[in-house]
């Protein structure tokens, strides 16, 4: 089984990936597929009047405020638009794709976090903000996608989760691929975005590093930039709860699934 | 087994239809809910400086007309924002709600109407008009419906289709809920909306008319006016395939889903 999550709109040659998981489906592999889309949830916010913010919280992790309205924007784009032209792609191939998000069927369970302490970007002060509607995912209902799968299903998964309270939330794609690939125990989580794979010197591509070992996964966040840092700390997730492999790879290239199983990239073992 | 098709967004009760479903599903009825949203649809297309656009029919039916740009908004709206809010608000009434639009597993399958005689408003004439992306459905997979119904979950429909060609399309809700409904061998068809059911002498609803039969369908299109008269084609297609009974039935009450089992609305059988 391979979990491969599909970085957002920007830089990732859609076209070839979803080629590759066709080609790969129908040599009989079974595979989940975990999408994002902060970036279309962006423009649309702003094309609606409402755009995004972001939050940076004491540690240096950016996230984005999801107030209610925001909530719906990003439910709206992400499992309305993005999933649905990934499944209408994959059909169009011949894969039977069925789109979820983590709100249906209650596929992914997440804590809100309702107070979350940021870094106040006007003052530099610490302070707590509320009414954001942001899960840690907690629980993933890995029995639906088992029944799916085994039923035929290319299961697509859109990044909201339920909390215990029956709220959408949005949760951060690949975190949410890694919770994913340990529920079903994958043998791959592959993370595909518009870089080689985890970049000693960023943004020089040539300081690719290969391969790192599980236990030294923790120093290397300190090379990882901006959005690397949830795929390193997804990465960590993910070989905890089981999964064998986690590919940092290239979604750029012609056949990108096989360049990463292929071990091009950063594959943590 | 009931299919429960809810109007769009206007003047539905929907707390209490989710509430009424709730209870239902509490009692141990298998339920699938179909759902509309050409009224949100419009709105946020209009937001986003791409205003609908009608076309009728030389039969005298309007629809939408559908280009590309449309299609992507509506699926966006309908399986995103309409369908991620319904399955959220039964999730938190205890239902393990799972939405999913006819794209998903190939749940609905249509023909593309590519070519499409309209009446231009213009000039009264009819012309033909192409890159339309509507669709007639003409098959739905009722083996996923069950396999969902089976494990527990309450599909949630919203009204995209796919053609053999692999292209996302959108189809009808009505006839897309009577065409569920008579895939699953529903023993009830409710089609919930703003008024209590077909009215002799629209919009005054004292004309209810209480009991159709189903010979003397046909003649009742004659008292339907605009939406109605998909509901009724609808009711027509329904009971071809199967379906035992067909209500139209008040949305705006407190127990919609009650009251329609009750019989109040036109009942077809």
């Given amino acids: 089984m391979i979990v491969i999550k599909i970085g957002g709109t920007t830089g990732v ?12 489906v129908q040599e009989g592999q079974r595979l989940i597929v975990v999408h994002g889309g902060s970036g279309e949830t962006n423009a649309i916010s702003t094309q609606l009047g409402h755009p995004p913010q972001f939050v940076t919280s004491p540690s240096g992790f950016t996230s984005r405020y999801t107030d209610r309205t925001t909530l719906e924007i990003f439910a709206m784009v992400t499992a309305g638009k993005i999933n649905t032209l990934l499944v209408e792609q994959l059909q169009r191939l011949g894969v039977n794709a069925l789109g979820l998000s983590g709100v249906d069927g209650g596929l992914m369970t997440a804590k809100r ?38 039923a035929g299903y290319t299961p697509v ?5 339920i909390s215990p309270e029956g709220e959408a939330l949005n949760v951060d794609a690949d975190r949410a691929a890694a919770m994913v690939a ?18 000693r010197a960023f943004p020089d591509e040539s300081s ?12 290397s966040l300190s ?3 901006g959005r690397m840092k949830k795929k390193v700390l997804g990465a960590s997730e993910a070989l905890a709860l089981g999964v064998r492999q986690v590919i940092f790879a290239d979604g750029r290239v012609e056949a990108p699934l096989a360049g990463a199983l292929a071990g091009h990239g950063t594959v943590i073992e």
């Fill in 223 to 225: 090379f990882a930039e």
């Fill in 157 to 161: 998964v859109a990044p909201l989760a």
């Fill in 113 to 150: 976090k309702d107070a979350i302490r940021i870094i106040d970007s006007a003052t530099g002060k610490q302070r707590i903000l509320r009414d954001d509607y942001t899960g840690k995912i907690e629980k993933v209902n890995s029995g639906l996608l088992q029944l799916l799968l085994e």
């Fill in 182 to 199: 340990g529920a079903v125990a994958a043998d791959q989580l592959i993370l595909l975005s518009n870089v080689p794979g985890l970049l």
């Fill in 208 to 219: 690719l590093i290969h391969r790192i070992a599980r236990d030294s996964l923790e120093q």
């Fill in 13 to 24: 040659n859609l076209a070839a990936v979803t080629r590759d998981i066709a080609a790969h």
